[in-house]
C-alpha cells in the first residue's frame, strides 16, 4: 500500500503502478506463508499481526524471489479440483487424455459395471481416447468446438456420457499443454442450452441489461446499486457486492443488498492483500468464479508423468479454492460464492502512443473491481446463467467505464480551472498571491494542509507540522534527494523521513514541490482511516473483534490499523496539477532572476516585516526609491489612488512628465472610462493584499 515517488516525470506513473503490484505479489505471498505456517504448527493464524507485516514487506520488499514464484506456482497449478463438476486434459489433435480429476470416473458413470466392452482393465486413464466417453454425436460435438480458434465462442458444448447418457456442459479452453475440458453435470432444473451461448447468454441478461442502459448517467453509486440489485435477481445468491479497488490496490464495498438477517459490509475497507494479485491476474483470465462449497474437500488431478510441470487450472471453472480463502469464506459464515470481474479501460494506456505490440486502436483494460456474491450453504449456477452474469458484466463495465471517465474529467476540468486562477494570482503576486487569495493551493488538490516554504519564510494553510518541523522537512528533501525535484508519498516514515512519528497521525502523506534551489511548496494529508465514510457497517471503535480469525471484520480492522500510518494516496492526475504549477513558479522564478529590478523589488519587500502603520510607510518610501531608480516602466498609487511614483520609463511611454502625473489620482484623471471598473477592482485586490 506504500506509495513514494521522486523526481516527478512524464510516465512514471505507469511504471509505479507495475511496481506495487509487484510489491504486493510479494506481500500476498509473505501472507500465504504465514497462513501455511500457522496451519502446520497448530497455532491461530494472527489477522491483524500478519496484515500488518504484509504491509510493511511491501515497503521494505522483504520476500525472496523464490517465494514469490512458489505462491504463484501453486496458485495456478495447485492440482485441485471443485467437486462439482470434473476435468479431462487432452492433447489437442489427438484427445488423448494428459490428465483428470480423480471423480470423472464417478461423474461420468465409468464404474466397473458400466464397461462398454468385455476385457478391458481402465475405462479412464492416461492416455484414454476421450472421445470414447461419450455418445457418438457428444464426440462429434467435442471434435467440431476443438476446431474453433476461440474454444470460448462454443461454451457451453452439450455432450451426453457414453454408458448412462447423463448430460453434461463440457467448457473447453486451451493452456500450454493442450485443451483443457470441464464438466458439468446439467441438472433437472436447468434447462438444456439450444441456441449458441452468446445468444442465450444475452436473453437470461436482457432485463437486467435494460435496466442499466435505462439509468441517468453521472452516478456511480446508483450505477453499482443497481447492478448488484439484478444480480441478486438473476442468480438468487444471499448476499451481493460492488466491490472497487482503489489505486492503491485496496478494496472498498461500494453498494450491498442482502439477507436482512446478514451482517452488513457497505462501506467497509480492506487491504490489499484481501483479494491477492495473482487471483485478480486470475479474474482477468476467468472473469466469472464459483466456488459451490468451500467446506467440500477438494479432488486432486492426476497427470501424465511426462509433463513437465503441473498443470495450469488458470482458466478451469473447476479450479479449488485455496485454503486460506476457504477459512476466510467459513469465517463468514459463507459457503458458496460467485465473483465477477468487473472490467474498464485503463486510463493510463494511450492507444495513440503506439510501440507496445498492440494495435493503435486497442485499449489496454484493467479490473476496476468485482461483484461478490455470498449464501450461506451450498449453491450452484449453471453455466448458461454464469454466462449470462458475465454478459451483464460488459454491459456494466462500459457503463461504468463512461462514468469513470466522465468523473475523470470533471476533475481535470476542475484542476484546470483552479490552475488558471492560481497562474493569474502569480502574474499579481508571486508568490504569495497563491497562499493569501481565494482559491489557494489548497483548492488545487485534495488535502488537509498545504504551506509555502520561500526565503525562510513560511505560509501555513489547514493542518500542517510546524514552521520548525517544515524546514527540518526541507532540509532533509536537500540532504537526502538533493537531484529530485520534488516528493510525493502516503508514508513520510516509509519514505525515510526520520521526523515522521513526531508528526502523529494528522500529517502522514506529503507531496513536496520544489520551485527554487532551497524554496519548496507542500501539500499534507492526514491518516486514511479518517478518510474513510461509513456506510451499513459503521464502526465501533470499542468493538471486541477477534483479530486472530480471518474475517471481513477483523480484515477491516487490519486494515484501520495499518492505514492509521498513511494517508490516501497520490493520484497521477494530481500529481501531475502539482508539477504543472511547479513549472509555472519556476519559470516566473527565473523571469525574476532575470531582471535586476524585479530582484530588488523582490527581496526587498520580503525582508520587510509589516508590523504596524510604521513599517508600512517604511516599505513605501522604500518602493518610491525604487521605482525612480528601476529602468522599467513602474507606477505607484497610495491608498487612495493618487499616484506617488512615476519613473522615468513610464513617463517616457506615456509622454507625461513626472511632474505632471504625480499627485493625480489614476482612475479619475489619467484612466480611460472603459477601464475605470477594471482597474479599481485591481487597486481593491491589490490593497486587501
Not at 92 to 101: D, G, K, L, M, P
Request: hydrophobic fraction near 40%; glycine fraction near 8%; charge should be negative.
Amino acid at each position: 500500500m506504500a506509495g513514494t515517488k521522486m523526481s516527478y516525470s512524464s510516465g512514471s506513473g505507469m511504471k509505479s503502478k507495475h511496481s506495487l503490484r509487484v510489491a504486493q505479489t510479494a506481500a500476498d505471498a509473505k501472507l500465504q506463508a504465514v497462513y501455511d505456517e500457522s496451519n502446520d504448527s497448530g497455532d491461530s493464524f494472527g489477522c491483524s499481526k500478519s496484515v500488518r507485516q504484509a504491509a510493511k514487506s511491501i515497503a521494505q520488499q522483504q520476500v525472496p524471489t523464490q517465494a514469490v514464484t512458489a505462491y504463484l506456482q501453486r496458485m495456478q497449478r495447485g492440482g485441485l479440483t471443485q467437486t462439482f463438476g470434473c476435468m479431462l486434459a487432452v492433447e489437442e489433435n489427438t484427445f488423448r487424455v494428459i490428465a483428470y480429476s480423480e471423480n470423472a470416473p464417478e461423474l461420468l458413470d465409468l464404474t466397473p459395471q458400466a464397461v462398454p466392452y468385455i476385457g478391458q482393465q481402465e475405462v479412464l486413464g492416461i492416455g484414454t481416447d476421450a472421445r470414447s466417453l461419450f455418445t457418438p454425436s457428444s464426440a462429434s460435438a467435442l471434435d467440431r468446438a476443438a476446431g474453433c480458434a476461440d474454444l470460448s465462442m462454443g461454451n457451453p458444448i452439450s455432450v451426453h456420457a457414453r454408458s448412462s447418457g447423463k448430460p453434461f456442459y463440457a467448457i473447453a479452453h486451451r493452456i500450454d499443454v493442450g485443451i483443457v475440458i470441464d464438466f458439468e453435470p446439467v441438472r433437472p432444473q436447468d434447462v438444456i442450452v439450444s441456441t449458441t451461448g452468446a445468444l442465450h447468454s444475452h436473453k437470461l441478461a436482457a432485463k437486467a441489461i435494460g435496466r442499466l442502459q435505462s439509468l441517468p448517467g453521472g452516478n456511480i453509486g446508483l450505477l453499482c446499486e443497481t447492478v448488484v440489485e439484478e444480480v441478486r435477481e438473476l442468480t438468487g445468491y444471499d448476499r451481493v457486492m460492488a466491490y472497487k479497488f482503489h489505486e492503491d490496490e485496496h478494496g472498498e464495498v461500494l453498494a450491498e443488498i442482502r439477507r436482512s438477517d446478514l451482517e452488513p459490509y457497505l462501506g467497509l475497507h480492506y487491504p490489499s492483500t484481501d483479494i491477492p494479485q495473482a487471483s485478480r491476474f486470475l479474474f482477468m483470465k476467468n472473469r466469472v468464479r464459483m466456488i459451490v462449497d468451500c467446506q467440500a474437500p477438494p479432488v486432486k488431478v492426476i497427470q501424465d508423468k511426462d509433463l513437465r510441470q503441473p498443470m495450469s487450472l488458470a482458466g478451469s471453472t473447476l479450479r479449488a479454492p485455496h485454503g486460506c480463502h476457504a477459512q476466510y469464506m467459513g469465517n463468514m459464515g459463507s459457503v458458496a460464492s460467485v465473483t465477477m470481474a468487473v472490467i474498464v479501460n485503463d486510463p493510463e494506456d494511450d492507444p495513440h502512443a503506439g510501440g507496445t505490440g498492440t494495435h493503435s486502436s486497442s485499449r489496454a483494460q484493467r479490473l476496476w473491481g468485482l461483484i461478490v456474491c455470498h449464501h450461506t450453504s451450498a449453491r450452484c449456477i449453471s453455466f448458461p446463467l454464469r454466462s449470462a452474469c458475465e454478459f451483464l458484466m460488459q454491459v456494466f463495465g462500459l457503463q461504468l467505464n463512461m462514468e469513470v471517465e466522465l468523473a475523470a474529467q470533471m476533475k481535470e476540468k476542475h484542476i484546470l480551472r483552479t490552475q488558471t486562477l492560481l497562474c493569474d494570482m502569480l502574474l499579481r503576486d508571486a508568490p504569495i498571491g497563491i497562499v493569501s487569495q481565494c482559491p489557494n493551493i489548497m483548492d488545487l488538490v485534495k488535502c488537509d494542509g498545504a504551506a509555502l516554504y520561500y526565503g525562510k519564510r513560511f505560509w501555513l494553510l489547514g493542518i500542517t507540522p510546524s514552521e520548525e518541523q517544515i524546514e527540518e522537512i526541507a532540509a532533509w528533501l536537500l540532504e537526502h534527494h538533493p537531484d529530485s525535484t520534488g516528493l510525493s508519498t502516503d508514508s513520510l516514515a516509509d519514505a525515510g523521513y526520520p521526523g515522521a512519528n513526531l508528526l502523529g497521525d494528522a500529517v502522514c502523506g506529503m507531496a513536496a514541490a520544489r520551485i527554487t534551489s532551497q524554496d519548496f511548496l507542500f501539500w499534507f494529508r492526514s491518516h486514511t482511516a479518517k478518510e474513510i465514510k461509513w456506510g451499513g457497517a459503521m464502526h465501533d471503535a470499542d468493538e471486541k473483534d477477534d483479530g486472530r480469525k480471518l474475517t471481513p471484520r477483523s480484515s477491516f480492522n487490519a486494515f484501520l490499523e495499518v492505514m492509521k500510518r498513511r494517508s490516501v494516496p497520490w493520484e497521477d492526475i494530481e500529481m501531475d496539477a502539482i508539477h504543472s504549477l511547479q513549472l509555472i513558479l519556476r519559470g516566473s522564478f527565473q523571469d525574476i532572476e532575470d531582471s535586476d529590478t524585479k530582484t530588488m523589488i523582490h527581496t526587498r519587500l520580503h525582508d520587510l516585516q509589516l508590523q504596524g502603520m510604521e513599517e508600512l510607510s517604511t516599505v513605501a518610501n522604500e518602493m518610491v526609491r525604487l521605482i525612480e531608480t528601476a529602468t522599467a516602466p513602474i507606477l505607484a498609487v497610495d491608498s487612495s489612488g493618487f499616484i506617488n511614483g512615476w519613473n522615468a520609463k513610464v513617463a517616457e511611454l506615456t509622454g507625461l512628465p513626472v511632474g505632471d502625473a504625480m499627485g493625480r489620482s489614476l482612475i479619475q484623471d489619467l484612466v480611460l472610462e472603459e477601464s475605470v471598473e477594471a482597474v479599481e477592482r485591481l487597486l481593491y485586490m491589490a490593497l486587501q493584499g
